[in-house]
């Protein structure tokens, strides 16, 4: 028997047991109903991936369900929001059970990790498009933002740069001896929610790494009306990213790949004590406008963007 729209939600994804108290009804009716405890806010995020944008074609549909939801639950972090529900819209160009099963494996997995209610969604028909609206709560008036970077603050970031880069190049055709753990970092990345947590108090300003460290730290120098320089010589990067340097030239990969989803952040000089041991001090906050690298012991400028929808 073909399966129809409500017999697709209902085998694969109406089956989670709600986790949060917020959550007052889930999967069954026209709306979702949550409620928001006092003294809360609740952050709201929502991200599309398309296929052959976003991903490859015929992509493992259970690395595609995890990322999908890690890319959502890593923009919750970046505002210090501890997760709460999310909605699910597919756009599928067939229904394939073995994709669907697989898919929301991958996806109600990571879910079940970080406690994440899905409460909605919707399918229609058409070429592979996968949407998630993520919902967190975040204590009032405490969410990390990008406009309070100040001059002085010196800049953190989570885990390592450029190993997801790494893995889009080694997809793309690159040769590497060990592509394991790049590979790992590209198709299921691991949203920093509990960082996001940690640094609520702590950081000035927060972003996630989705579009490339340059780009991105870019956005909290724009919010925060502030420039920065950035030491080459601290960033977090692994040996295989350093041998791919090596053997490419292209050392500007690191600053400019995405998909990593760590977390960058400014703190106050007085607050670093406060920070977990594993953080990585990457460079300092300066009045200047514009984004400067200190390399080879030369501070230039670094114009370079990470990706950008509808650029040419």
């Not at 108290?21 to 026209?30: K, P």
């Not at 995405?258 to 000089?269: A, K, M, R």
Request: some cysteine; aromatic content about 8%; hydrophobic content about 45%.
């Amino acid at each position: 028997m073909a399966l129809t729209e409500f017999s697709l939600i209902q085998q694969f994804f109406a089956q989670q047991q709600l986790k949060n108290t917020e959550t007052r009804l889930g999967i069954g009716d026209d709306c979702a109903l949550l409620s928001v405890p006092a003294a809360y806010q609740l952050a709201v995020t929502a991200d599309t991936m398309v296929e052959g944008v976003h991903f490859f074609a015929g992509a493992d549909p259970e690395q595609l369900g995890h990322k999908l939801l890690a890319v959502n639950l890593s923009d919750l972090a970046s505002m210090g929001a501890k997760p709460l529900a999310v909605t699910l819209a597919l756009t599928l160009p067939a229904v394939d059970a073995e994709w669907l099963a697989a898919f929301s494996k991958g996806f109600l997995n990571l879910a079940e990790q970080y406690n994440v209610d899905l409460i909605g969604g919707d399918t229609t028909s058409g070429p592979l498009t996968l949407t998630v609206q993520a919902m967190g709560l975040v204590p009032d008036h405490k969410a990390l933002l990008r406009s309070g970077a100040k001059a002085g603050d010196l800049i953190y970031m989570t885990g390592a740069l450029g190993d997801a880069g790494l893995g889009l190049k080694i997809n793309l055709g690159y040769q590497c001896d060990q592509p394991q753990a790049a590979l790992q970092r590209f198709n299921t990345p691991d949203p920093q929610v509990q960082a996001g947590l940690d640094l609520i108090g702590i950081a000035s300003a927060c972003i996630d790494l989705s579009d490339g460290l340059a780009s991105d730290l870019g956005h909290i120098l724009k919010q925060s009306q502030v420039g920065a320089c950035l030491d080459w010589a601290n960033l977090p990067i692994s040996a295989e990213v350093h041998s791919y340097i090596a053997n490419t030239g292209d050392w500007a990969m690191p600053l400019t790949a995405g998909d990593d989803y760590e977390l960058c952040f400014t703190v106050s000089p007085d607050k670093v004590t406060q920070l977990r041991a594993e953080y990585t001090p990457i460079g300092v906050i300066e009045s200047t406008l514009g984004l400067r690298l200190r390399k080879d012991n030369i501070i230039q400028e670094f114009n370079s963007k990470g990706y950008e929808h509808f650029s040419k």
